[in-house]
């Protein structure tokens, strides 16, 4: 989804699978794609983050949309 | 559900109302009063707000918690109109930002949302301070605290397993509000420590994980505060994991013997504060890195094993409240954490 020149992508870890679609519907984004990744994600450390960031960038790259 | 523009009609029978409530996951469970045009309005004049304001907005599904909508569930709730004031006051009390509405309607966490009443609308709405204030059997205790739920499911969208993504839940989600037992407690109300005056009638919200019961039979006051303080120490509470802080139900006998022996609430605090902490060496390695460093290196620096992890951030991050009957138990509320507990007056009574 792209507002305002801006790629939107939401993540969510698996357990908030149904909290992000749920909230990306109450604020009117529906067709918001969604990343799903492993649970749980608020505990990780910084670089435990940072990997899992740098191992989800290739699916993430599929959900950008091209302008 | 938009209530604002809906009108269903129904087959004139309770059980049709129960069915249509229930397959529309309106409800707790429960059976539910039809919240019909006239009972509506009958709530609705027990305010004297405009219907159409707007106390605040409930996540994570954003509704507008609009007087009207939420006066629809409190008719549902079963409350008499002249609790709906208080029922207002308790929404906007959770849609203070601080009181991290969002959070908690969508943690994992078993949070319930907790209350209870200060000054003379506890007697004039009778709300039950005494025998069995936690408990069953009074209907503005249940129906005020099923209405807060019904508020939170219906407006905003914390329906279990979509937004509501409790692993466990507890039975306080279903309703927990009280009142304070102020004619029997030695102390100053709860509301005129968070800024009210003792004539004022308030609400106070608070994000808890429970209750437990501590029995206690001592009249000496130090032994009393230890043998709560060990009660208190529970690693796995989110009082010591997300920094507190917890509440204190105490029985008007334990606060009269802690009174009669010199103890203010200040005094209290202080020393509960501290015979309650646990050293970190006592929470798992998980637990240390994952919460208890991030929380709370700031205030207490690196963390060693023999580091002292307390329930709050400061003594007066415990919060006591005498309520209950005659006899000799406390009860220990774990807080949910990352929720700062909100007194608000109740101002809404009708011209």
Not at chain 1, 40 to 57: C, H, I, K, N, Y
Not at chain 2, 293 to 298: A, G, I, L, N, S
């Amino acid at each position: 989804m792209i507002k305002r020149g801006v790629q939107g992508v939401l993540v969510a870890s698996q357990v908030f699978e149904p909290l992000a679609r749920g909230e990306a519907s109450a604020y009117g984004y529906e067709d918001l794609k969604i990343l799903v990744m492993p649970h749980p994600f608020g505990s990780l450390t910084r670089a435990e983050v940072t990997q899992l960031a740098d191992d989800l960038a290739p699916r993430l790259a599929t959900l950008v949309d091209r302008p | 559900m938009t209530p604002e523009s809906e009108m269903i009609e129904l087959p004139d029978s309770i059980d049709a109302v129960y069915d249509y409530v229930t397959e529309q996951r309106w409800g707790d469970g429960f059976p539910v009063i039809p919240a019909t045009p006239k009972r509506v309005a009958a709530m609705l004049s027990a305010s004297a707000r405009d219907p159409e304001e707007s106390l605040g907005i409930m996540p994570p599904g954003q509704g507008s918690a609009t007087v009207l909508a939420v006066a629809i569930n409190a008719t549902m709730a079963g409350c008499r109109p002249e609790y709906f004031p208080v029922v207002t006051a308790a929404i906007q009390a959770m849609c203070v930002p601080e009181f991290n509405l969002y959070g908690l309607q969508a943690t994992t966490n078993p949070v319930a949302v907790g209350g209870f009443v200060n000054g003379p609308a506890v007697d004039a709405l009778g709300f039950n301070a005494t025998w069995n204030c936690l408990g069953q059997g009074t209907r503005s205790n249940a129906t005020v605290g099923r209405a807060i739920r019904l508020c939170m499911t219906n407006i905003g969208g914390g329906r279990p397993g979509d937004l509501d993504r409790a692993t466990h839940g507890q039975p306080a989600k279903y309703s927990f509000f009280f009142a304070e037992n102020e004619a029997d407690s030695p102390w100053p109300p709860f509301h005129v420590g968070a800024g009210h005056d003792v004539g004022d009638s308030t609400v106070t919200m608070f994000a808890n994980t429970g209750t437990i019961n501590m029995l206690e039979a001592t009249e000496d006051p130090e032994e009393m505060l230890h043998a709560f303080a060990v009660t208190m120490r529970c690693p796995g509470t989110n009082d010591y994991m997300s920094r507190g802080g917890p509440f204190l139900v105490l029985a008007p006998e334990h606060a009269r013997v802690l009174e009669g022996n010199g103890y203010s609430k200040e005094r209290v605090q202080d020393l509960l504060w501290e015979k309650s902490k646990i050293p970190a060496r006592d929470f798992s390695g998980a637990s240390r890195k994952y919460w208890l460093e991030p929380m709370w290196t700031d205030l207490l620096g690196e963390l060693h094993d023999d580091t002292l992890i307390p329930c709050s951030e400061s003594p007066r991050g415990i919060n006591l409240v005498v309520a209950g009957g005659p006899s000799i138990h406390t009860v220990f509320v774990p807080i949910f954490g990352d929720s700062k507990p909100q007194t608000l007056p109740i101002t809404d009574l009708p011209r």
